[in-house]
């Protein structure tokens, strides 16, 4: 018997996402932020939903730039770190232990260490109730060749990235198993 819930934000999974920015005198931050998804194909966009009050908003507003780190596995703490703490009160790459990379394409940092990683050029910004949604443009994406495969693009496999349950578990997981074949899979109820 299916139940109807009070509306909540809560899509699963949530990828983990970690947000790379500039802020004042050029000083590097980085933050979690568990709610964004590919947003267009054509340009390639990605969109992330930051509240106002947080550093990571200020720095987007002032630098139209972005970067979207994919942490995996073995990174889930210091992913998690991110989004413990403010970057106006801590330097959130010293104190997880991670090195920030000035990207080529955009005004913003990614993290070395992680397996890849989308430089953003803003392009829309859309205030949504208690969040602004920040659409950027992908123009760009640094990756570890470890984590290549086919076509010479990012293997979830080899990724490994993280994922947030729900408010409700508190938790992160990782990526189950293969189960079928995208775009393929569902060619027999196909009229």
Avoid at 5 to 18: G, K, Y
Avoid at 47 to 53: C, D, K, L, N
Avoid at 82 to 87: E, P
Wanted: glycine share 8%.
């Amino acid at each position: 018997m299916k139940k109807f819930l009070a509306p909540q934000p809560i899509l699963l999974p949530s990828p983990v996402l970690i947000i790379g920015t500039y802020g004042e005198n050029d000083t590097p931050n980085i933050m979690n932020a568990a709610w964004g998804g590919i947003a267009a194909s054509k340009p390639p966009c990605i969109s992330i939903s930051v509240q106002p009050i947080r550093l990571t908003h200020e720095n987007i507003v002032k630098n139209k730039a972005f970067t979207v780190n994919i942490p995996s596995e073995k990174y889930a703490k210091q992913a998690d770190y991110t989004g413990l703490v403010s970057g106006r009160e801590f330097n959130k790459f010293e104190e997880a232990k991670l090195t920030a990379e000035k990207s080529a394409l955009v005004h913003a940092p990614y993290i070395k260490e992680f397996p890849y990683c989308l430089e953003c050029k803003l392009v829309d910004t859309v205030s949504v109730g208690s969040h602004t949604m920040f659409i950027g443009e992908i123009v760009g994406i640094v990756a570890d060749g470890k984590v290549l495969g086919k076509n010479n693009l990012p293997d979830i496999k080899k990724v490994k990235p993280i994922m947030f349950g729900s408010f409700g578990s508190r938790a992160y997981y990782g990526v189950g198993n293969k189960i079928a074949d995208a775009f393929s899979a569902g060619k027999k109820y196909k009229l």
